[in-house]
């Protein structure tokens, strides 16, 4: 069990990491929920596409907060990849011309966070991801992380940011945002002005 959850969180990280980064993301046919296939031939088994649609017509009327409590079905990451997947299409030139800015991060856990930006003149998004998560703990969300923050530059607005996922407005103490506030409620954040 322990092996999952961890294998899960990887898995997110890695799901929000390649949908957010420069680049163009590679999605495998089926991998949109948890697939635990090798690579060829391995992967080359039919993929239940009727369930993974009935799995996606029912996103939008599912609570974040019962995608994590139900991580095992593959929702989550589901809903991870449909999300930002949308939202690039809605700010193609964000993810095409954007830059890319790391972000320092400070606290208990700041070795098990990632953090960067992506900026295009006033529009911004702030991806957040934990790595070494078995040092967190299962979820590593909300308390858990502490008082570790990221940092985010003067020329980020934290003025209407929210979060992507859960539509929650973001606290901030100046431009530092608490990793606990950002991560609530799913293993990762992606913030936004927009």
Sequence with gaps: QEIARLGAINSLTQTALKLT????????????????????PDNRRPVDYQRRREMLA??????????MRNWADGRIK???????????????????????????????FAECCISFARRLRDKWIVVIAPRLSSRIGFPPVGERWKETTIELPEKLSLENA??????????????????????SILPFAVITNL
């Design 162 to 183: 929210h979060d992507l996922f859960t539509c929650c407005a973001i606290h901030h103490e100046g431009q530092k945002v608490s990793v606990s506030n950002a991560m």
């Design 78 to 108: 589901m809903f991870l990849t449909q999300r930002v997947l949308q939202f690039r299409r809605e700010h193609v030139d964000l993810f095409q011309g954007g830059e890319y800015l790391p972000l320092k991060t400070n606290g208990t």
């Design 58 to 67: 029912a996103l939008p009327t599912t609570a974040p907060e019962e995608l």
């Design 21 to 40: 980064s420069p680049g163009v993301p590679d999605i495998y046919q089926g991998n949109e929920i948890w697939d635990y296939s090798l690579v060829d």
